[in-house]
């Protein structure tokens, strides 16, 4: 029962903006994300803004009606912040990533056929991006820009934000459901 109450209140700090309760936050779950980072090629200010969009995104699931949290606070930050971590990294291209969990390593040797292996899964996203409808490809586009719900509503004339989020949702499926249904995307799952 105390972890839970604990859960409750680290999400009330983030919640209100308290500043003391940011600084337990920080003091708290900061550590082991920077020492997460440092030891996969990031540098400190890379970890100091890893944990700003941790936080940023975990601000903004917890908005969500149907937001649960049923991990204790720091281990769902910290797989927010890896998830960020990794997602850098890939963009990046850098050549070694290391996770705790499963040992995964991937060498300059390894590199290349993770790379090709990315390449050929863009390139079957891409072709199916290309077949959806011209409202489809705006809008996702611009949620892949990262615009905000109010900018694409405003963007593309629709009425109101909620018709937006059906709208990208909908989208969205339809993409999953072109790549699912392709022969390529068995072959890649693999």
């Known amino acids: 029962m105390e972890k839970h109450t604990e859960v409750d209140e680290f999400l009330i700090h983030l919640m209100t903006g308290s500043e003391e309760g940011i600084l337990r936050i920080y003091s708290n779950f900061y550590p082991a994300i920077e020492k997460y980072i440092l030891s996969n090629s990031g540098t400190i200010e890379e970890a100091k803004d890893i944990f700003q969009d941790g936080l940023i995104v975990l601000y903004e699931k917890q908005k969500s009606p149907?937001?649960?949290l049923n991990v204790k606070f720091g281990t769902y930050l910290f797989a927010i912040?890896?998830?960020?971590?990794?997602?850098?990294?890939?963009?990046?291209?850098?050549?070694k990533v290391v996770t705790f969990e499963d040992d995964l390593v991937l060498t300059t040797e390894d590199s290349f056929e993770f790379e090709l292996e990315q390449h050929k899964k863009y390139k079957l996203y891409k072709n199916k991006f290309d077949l959806l409808g011209d409202n489809c490809k705006k809008l996702l586009s611009l949620f892949f820009q990262k615009k905000s719900m109010a900018d694409i509503t405003r963007l593309l004339n629709f009425k109101e934000e909620n018709f937006a989020r059906k709208k990208k949702y909908k989208c969205k499926e339809k993409l999953i459901q072109l790549i699912r249904k392709d022969p390529k995307f068995n072959q890649l799952k693999h």
């Open 66 to 68: 149907d937001f649960q």
């Open 81 to 95: 912040c890896k998830n960020c971590w990794l997602k850098q990294l890939r963009l990046k291209k850098r050549t």
